[in-house]
C-alpha cells in the first residue's frame, strides 16, 4: 500500500467512526497481511451503518478471553482466521450445518442471547467464480489436505463434479480428509509423488490449489510451484486452475499455467465473495454488490 492510499483508507476510517460506532473484528494468528478490513469497511460504508471491521491478533492461549470479553462491549460479529478456525467451536452455543460439517468456523455473531452464534461462509466464497463454468460431470484435481480442502471438496460436491481426486505430500491428513467426506463422495487420493497423479494432471477439468505455495507471507520462494515445476509437466491448456491465494496476484502458479494457455482464477473473487457472506450474516440479510468490495480492493493489490 503506498503512501497516498494509507492517507485515503486512514481518513475514510475516521469518517465512519462516531461516538455510538460498534465494531466487527477478524480474529487470528497472524492478521497484519490481511486485506479484510479494505473490503468490509467499504462495504459497510456503502450500507451506511455505523459500523467499521478491525483485524486483531490472537494468540491461542487468549481466544477464550476475546471472544467473552467481546460480548460485553460493543462487538457485532467476527471473522476467524488460521489458526482459530478449528478451536473455537467450543466457544460458540449455535453452529451451522455446513461449519458442522466442514468442522471450521470462519464468521460469528451475537444472539439474542448474547452468546456465539457461527457458521462458515467459505463453500459460498470458493464456488461464487465457478458457478457459470458448467463443471457438472467435469474432473477436478485438489492440491492438499489442509483444512481450505474441506471447502472446496464441499464447493465441488454442490457444484456436482463426477471425479474428485486430491494430491498432497502429508499421509495422515490425506486419509484423514477421505474418511470425513466417506458418507458424501468417493474421494481418490495420492501422494504427490505417486506416478499416477501426473494422469490426474493431464486429465483434469478443474486443479485448486489449497496449499501456502506462492503466498507472499509464507517461506516459500516466490517462484516457487506446488510441489515443484516438474509436477506439472503433463498440465493440460484446457484445464482450469484456480488458486486459493490472491497476494501476490497473479501467482506463480497462474503466471505458469496462463503461459500454458490455460484459464485462471485467483482467491480474490472467494476471498470478497465469502466477505459478502460474512455481511449479510451480521446484518440479518443485507447485500453488498460485489463489485463495491472487489474495487475497493484492487486499488490497494
Known amino acids: 500500500m ?19 460506532t460498534s465494531f466487527i473484528a477478524l480474529i487470528g494468528n497472524p492478521v497484519s497481511h490481511s486485506l479484510s478490513p479494505i473490503m468490509q469497511n467499504a462495504a459497510l460504508q456503502y450500507l451506511g451503518l455505523d459500523l467499521i471491521y478491525i483485524a486483531i491478533p490472537c494468540k491461542e492461549e487468549n481466544l477464550e478471553l476475546i471472544l467473552n470479553s467481546f460480548k460485553k462491549i460493543n462487538c457485532k460479529g467476527l471473522n476467524i482466521t488460521i489458526p482459530h478456525k478449528e478451536k473455537v467451536f467450543n466457544l460458540c452455543s449455535e453452529i451451522s450445518p455446513i461449519a458442522n ?4 468456523i470462519n464468521t460469528l455473531k451475537l444472539n439474542s442471547e448474547k452468546e456465539w452464534s457461527a457458521t462458515n461462509t467459505d463453500v459460498e466464497g470458493f464456488i461464487y467464480p465457478l458457478k457459470n463454468l458448467n463443471l457438472g460431470k467435469k474432473k477436478s484435481v485438489i492440491l492438499g489436505s ?11 460436491i454442490n457444484l456436482n463434479l463426477s471425479t474428485i481426486s486430491v494430491i498432497s505430500r502429508n499421509k495422515s491428513s490425506l486419509d484423514e480428509l ?33 496449499t501456502p505455495v506462492g503466498m507472499k507471507t509464507t517461506r516459500y520462494e516466490n517462484n516457487e510451484l506446488p510441489y515443484g515445476e516438474t509436477f506439472w ?18 501467482t506463480p502458479l497462474l503466471k505458469f499455467c496462463a503461459k500454458k494457455g490455460c484459464m485462471t482464477i485467483d482467491g480474490l473473487e472467494m476471498l470478497v465473495a465469502q466477505g459478502m457472506r460474512s455481511i449479510s450474516f451480521w446484518t440479518d440479510g443485507l ?3 460485489f463489485h463495491i468490495m472487489s474495487d475497493a480492493l484492487k486499488k490497494y493489490l
Not at 485515503?8 to 462516531?18: A, K, V
Not at 498440465?235 to 490472491?246: M, Q, R
Open 2 to 20: 503506498v503512501p497516498e492510499q494509507i492517507i485515503i483508507f486512514t481518513e475514510t476510517i475516521l469518517n465512519m467512526i462516531s461516538s455510538k
Open 101 to 104: 460439517k466442514l468442522k471450521a
Open 146 to 156: 489442509g483444512g481450505a480442502a474441506r471447502s472446496v471438496i464441499q464447493g465441488l
Open 178 to 210: 477421505i474418511k470425513n467426506f466417506d458418507n458424501q463422495i468417493q474421494l481418490q487420493g495420492l501422494l504427490n509423488n505417486d506416478d499416477q497423479a501426473q494422469i490426474l494432471i493431464r486429465e483434469a477439468d478443474l486443479i485448486v490449489n489449497t
Open 233 to 250: 509437466r503433463s498440465l493440460n491448456s484446457k484445464t482450469i486452475v484456480y488458486d486459493l491465494i490472491y497476494n501476490p496476484s497473479p
Open 287 to 289: 447485500e453488498v454488490p
